[in-house]
T-cell receptor
């Protein structure tokens, strides 16, 4: 079973920031938080991951709470092409070949 | 940058036929994962290989088998196909110990859409 809880759907206006929350209250000390998205039937696309520090890359920012029990993925300026299902996944990632366990994700709809 | 390649992209088979899906990982990647995504469902893990050895196994039917070859490409063989096997099949690859902190990010291919009639 997935170890994360996400809202099933969210809306966001184009050009605004999209903030996608994720709860992972049972996360272990050696588990990372990964975010992927899937745009209609395409292969899941890696977005970002982190352990305990906030992370930022060209796609998004990841904010992890100090107790690591929740996180937020931020798309700073959402576009229509960001409409997708966003998956938050926790996984041991240190010299590990463990599978990804997908939950139901958040369906983000960006509207004009 | 080179990505994961999957072939074929689309496949139509009759019930009880066999199918072979191929996956070519990102160059230098040593681990391959297979996932199945049924209509309206989320991706589910099937099986993985690290350095040509099976590393993990999920809910993969006994009718399915897979292997990883010396050039690290992988094939998923599906026999006695059933209507319920109609799905998207994704392959992902990673490199053990490559990234910062040793985290192994999985990168996915575009998938093979299998339709069983």
């Amino acid at each position: 079973d997935a170890k994360t809880t996400q809202p099933p759907s969210m809306d966001c206006a184009e050009g605004r920031a999209a903030n996608l929350p994720c709860n992972h209250s049972t996360i272990s000390g050696n588990e990372y938080v990964y975010w992927y998205r899937q745009i209609h039937s395409q292969g899941p696309q890696y977005i970002i991951h982190g352990l305990k520090n906030n992370e930022t890359n060209e796609m998004a920012s990841l904010i992890i709470t100090e107790d690591r029990k929740s996180s937020t993925l931020i798309l700073p300026h959402a576009t229509l092409r960001d409409t997708a299902v966003y998956y938050c996944i926790v996984r041991v990632a240190l010299y590990n070949t463990d599978k990804l366990i997908f939950g139901t994700g958040t369906r983000l709809q960006v509207f004009p | 940058a080179a990505g994961v390649i999957q072939s074929p992209r689309h496949l139509i088979k009759e019930k009880r036929e066999t199918a072979t899906l191929k996956c070519y990982p990102i160059p230098r990647h040593d681990t391959v994962y297979w996932y199945q995504q049924g209509p309206g469902q989320d991706p589910q893990f099937l099986i993985s290989f690290y350095e040509k050895m099976q590393s993990d196994k999920g809910s993969i039917p006994d009718r399915f088998s897979a292997q990883q070859f010396s050039d690290y490409h992988s094939e998923l063989n599906m026999s006695s196909l059933e209507l319920g096997d109609s799905a998207l099949y994704f392959c992902a690859s990673s490199l053990l110990g490559q990234e910062r902190g040793g985290s192994e990010t999985q990168y996915f291919g575009p998938g093979t859409r299998l339709l069983v009639l």
